[in-house]
């Protein structure tokens, strides 16, 4: 279970800045509500019921209140929340009630839906991968294989999931990736290049392809080496050959039915960008009654 304290303490500054921009436009995008306008007066009161159509991990429940400020402008809405953000619901369970306008539950009925079966969807793949891992003390961890505009609400329910964030952005962790690494002549060419610019410099990650490349990547005492795509056996003995006051991660076409044997090899960290990029929406309906 993951409580609203999580959520206010994940969307702070930027984060809560971009969460913020990101329902603005997915109203703005609707633009008036002309049906529901043309059917009801303002006083014409509803209540709404959030219902999850199938058993579903529940990820992003404090964004209904956020989502309802941005069209209640007289803060006539009541909603009440009938289970814990990060509980895993079954079919036909009622996850929240709202009361208010009528066309004004109508205008935010799709944004909210959109957010909350999507993100719920990232939370209940996510949660899979992680009992996966169940055996081991390997972590998962997602990648920045998000959806544009995206990032933060879906690495939110990522960590809802039970998964931990790799970086929320380009300035928490240097990583080299190959292109970074080609361009520059080495790794260590470029390990020598960063920590020279910044200072202090961050913690810089290599991806490595091979063998070559992990002991050119131990020789600069980078903090994480990535093991990208190796089969499991490369991966085992590149491991090993690392030393402990290294991060090691494996990455690369990783699946719920590949998981636990990779895990096998040692790494510390697993990232799998299926959890973000390839989620399917939990389904979930909103119905409207009439007071």
């Known amino acids: 279970m993951t409580d609203n304290n999580t959520f206010e303490t994940f969307f702070q500054a930027e984060a809560k800045l971009f969460l913020l921009a990101t329902i603005r436009i997915a109203l ?15 006083e014409d009161l509803a209540n709404a019921q959030i219902i999850a159509k ?8 404090p964004l209904i209140p956020l989502i309802l400020e941005f069209t209640d402008k007289e803060k006539v809405c ?15 369970t009622m996850i929240a009630a709202i009361q208010g306008p009528a ?8 944004v909210i839906l959109n957010f909350i079966s999507h993100l719920s969807g990232i939370a209940t793949l996510t949660n899979k991968y992680v009992q996966a891992l169940d055996h081991c003390e390997t972590i998962l961890l997602d990648t920045r294989k998000t959806i544009p505009g995206l990032r933060y609400p879906e690495k939110y329910a990522v960590m809802v999931g039970g998964a931990k964030n790799h970086r929320l952005n380009l300035v928490e962790m240097l990583m080299l990736k190959d292109n970074h690494i080609d361009r520059a002549g080495s790794i260590a060419l470029a390990v020598e290049k ?13 991806e490595c392809r091979t063998q070559q490349e992990v002991d050119e990547a131990v ?16 991966a085992k003995v590149a491991i090993e050959t690392i030393p402990d006051s290294i ?5 690369g076409n990783v699946t719920l039915e590949t ?27 909103m119905q409207i009654y009439s007071i």
């Open 54 to 61: 199938e058993e579903t991990i529940i990820a992003g429940l």
């Open 247 to 251: 991060e090691t991660e494996i990455s």
């Open 259 to 285: 998981i636990a044997h990779l895990a096998e090899a040692g790494p510390n960290y697993i990232s799998v960008g299926r959890i973000t990029h390839s989620t399917k929406c939990s389904d979930m309906s």
């Open 219 to 234: 020789s600069c005492n980078v903090e994480r080496i990535m093991l990208d795509n190796m089969k499991f056996e490369e």
């Open 194 to 206: 960063l920590r020279s610019k910044y200072e202090p410099c961050p913690p810089i990650e290599v």
């Open 103 to 110: 066309a004004l539950l109508l205008k935010a009925e799709r």
């Open 28 to 42: 703005s995008e609707d633009g008036p509500d002309l049906t529901s306008q043309g059917l009801f007066e303002p």
């Open 78 to 92: 009541k909603v009440h929340l009938n289970v814990d953000e990060g509980d895993r619901v079954s079919a036909g």
